[in-house]
């Protein structure tokens, strides 16, 4: 197989890789914006786009068509999960401000077509997650938001955005939503891969950029701190009891999650970027 639904397949002797180059050259075309200039990043740093204010996109169906399209790009390009989440959000009623940040990705795609995800050949069968959270980020219900990213073998397989289902009342809770998120999908994980007889050579390690709630979840005591968020900690406890996962912490800096929920200026986007094993053979070197 070497093109399936928009999906490039090359392989090589470092492994397979996936784009969808000729897909996202497409959109760009189809918006007018082959000859745009190309931005370092999807998403401008501390955008209002949940309080904009101004006139109604005069064409909904285009926007809905061009988010949609966007959604569909994400499958190879794990970066661009936190800009369209933030920009499906407003697929009802868009306002011109939306349709311009969307232009923005756009611009983005347009300076770097054939970025993609590496599956390695040379894989170790290792299992690594990395996890964090934006606390009361959405400014209308004050839901936090979630974001993970999975490797098996250092090449990224699984990624996601996504707005926590309750309102947490601290910084710790909504922490540990995102860790008890990021422990499930590494149990199905675990899971699937024994049901295929593949066994990681080590224990699955869960990095997180937050000391306090590692403290939390290592800590068999809980006390009225804690209290409101005792089912997480017994769930995620549970599953370092059984040597399920260990859990490692990993400064924000070099949090690659980091990157799945929130905005961040062109340097550090581009260095998580890196981090999230994405490739670019169509680069020139």
């Known amino acids: ?3 399936f639904l928009g999906i490039e397949i090359p392989r090589g002797p470092k492994g397979l890789f996936l784009c969808q180059r000729k897909y996202a050259l497409e ?9 745009g200039k190309p931005v370092a990043s999807p998403i ?3 955008h209002k786009l949940a309080l904009a204010s101004g006139d109604f996109f005069n064409d909904p169906t285009q926007y809905r068509r061009l988010i949609g399209r966007l959604i569909y790009l994400t499958i190879t390009r794990p970066e661009l999960s936190y800009a369209v989440h933030v920009l499906s959000q407003f697929m009802q009623t868009p306002c011109i401000e939306h349709f311009q940040a969307a232009r923005r990705v756009l611009r983005y795609i347009k ?6 995800i590496l599956l390695h050949a ?3 069968l290792n299992v ?10 959405c400014p209308f219900t004050r839901r936090s938001l979630t974001g993970s990213f999975v490797t098996f073998g250092g090449s990224p397989v699984s990624w996601k955005t996504k707005k926590q289902a309750t309102v947490s009342r601290s910084f710790a809770e909504a922490e540990y939503h995102s860790m008890a998120v990021a422990t499930s999908e590494l149990v199905w994980l675990k899971s699937l891969l024994t049901s295929l007889g593949v066994f990681p050579i ?3 390690k869960l990095f997180f950029d937050s000391q306090a709630a590692i403290h939390i979840a290592k800590n068999p005591v809980f006390h009225e701190r804690t209290k ?14 059984n040597r399920d996962l260990v859990l490692s912490y990993l400064p924000s800096r070099q949090q690659p999650a980091d990157i799945f929920t929130k905005a961040l200026e062109s340097q550090q986007f581009l260095h998580l970027r890196a981090k999230l094993g994405m490739v670019d053979p169509h680069a020139p070197t």
């Open 122 to 124: 040379d894989s170790n």
């Open 202 to 204: 080590q224990v699955m």
């Open 44 to 46: 401008e740093e501390n």
């Open 27 to 35: 959109i760009v075309e189809e918006c007018g914006l082959l000859g």
């Open 128 to 137: 690594y997650a990395y996890c964090d959270s934006d606390w009361g980020a």
């Open 228 to 241: 409101h968020i005792e089912i997480n900690c017994h769930f995620v406890r549970e599953r370092l009891v």
């Open 111 to 116: 300076g770097s077509p054939g970025f993609g």
């Open 1 to 3: 197989m070497k093109y």
